[in-house]
């Protein structure tokens, strides 16, 4: 069954970066692409944007261009969301999602890893 | 890119009816068809309950229907159920590959 299986809880200082991983797996990882979706303590979901992982094309939130970069590695069908420059309100748990293009759906997620950004 | 304003709760009682509307701009959702509604569960991922304003995916209740009009999208819950208190956001193209979440609505069954 299709599955995406995220890198575990990080705990950071301000300015440090940090690398999630989004192990994919049970379906053809050429044939969607990849989201990112970010959610801070208490609060709501974030679009951080996506990968076209045939292409390597990128499309970033406005809200992170600069600060994020979103990579991946074919040969193990896995998606890698960086973030740079961390801050305190950073903090949050990091979704990767397989997306479809074609309707604007995500419709498997990962788990959500957790990100502490914190002195 | 703004996001989409969402009522910040909506309750009702077992078997009534509610809606949760989803407001954008001409730019997004009143312009594109691309509207989705997601359910989460607090401490779990979001599931995709609608998508392109009114089709479900496989597996999700009739209860659950969407509509639009104008800059405002809606997603209507019949026959409310205990196991339908999460929070629910809505989800929209805004273009140019770029796409944004609404603010979160808690559904609260009473």
């Known amino acids: 069954q299709v599955q995406l299986v995220q890198s575990g809880a990080e705990v950071k200082k301000p300015g440090a970066s940090v690398k999630v991983s989004c192990k994919t797996a049970?379906?053809?990882?050429?044939?969607?692409?990849i989201s990112w979706v970010r959610q801070a303590p208490g609060q709501g979901l974030e679009w951080m944007g996506w990968?076209?992982?045939?292409?390597?094309?990128?499309h970033y939130s406005q809200r992170f261009q600069g600060t994020i970069s979103m990579t991946a590695d074919r040969s193990t069908s896995t998606a890698y969301l960086e973030v740079k420059s961390l801050r305190s309100d950073d903090t949050a748990v990091y979704f990767c999602?397989?997306?479809?293009?074609?309707?604007?759906?995500?419709?498997?997620w990962g788990q959500g890893t957790l990100v502490t950004v914190s002195s | 890119q703004s996001a989409l304003t969402q009522p910040a709760s909506v309750s009702g009682s077992p078997g009534q009816t509610i809606t949760i509307s989803c407001t954008g701009t001409?730019?997004?959702?009143?312009?594109?068809?691309?509207v989705s509604w997601y359910q989460q569960v607090p401490g779990k991922a979001p599931r995709l309950m609608i998508y392109?304003?009114?089709k479900r995916p496989s597996g999700i209740s009739s209860r659950f229907s969407g509509s639009k009009s104008g800059n405002t999208a809606s997603l209507t819950i019949s026959g409310l159920q205990a196991d339908d208190e999460a929070d629910y956001y809505c989800f929209s193209y805004a273009g140019s590959s770029i796409y944004v979440f609404g603010s979160g609505a808690k559904v609260t069954v009473l």
């Open positions: 049970g379906y053809s990882f050429f044939s969607y692409a």
């Open positions: 999602a397989r997306y479809n293009r074609d309707d604007s759906t995500s419709d498997y």
């Open positions: 990968m076209n992982v045939n292409s390597g094309d990128t």
């Open positions: 392109e304003v009114t």
């Open positions: 001409s730019n997004d959702v009143g312009y594109y068809d691309l």
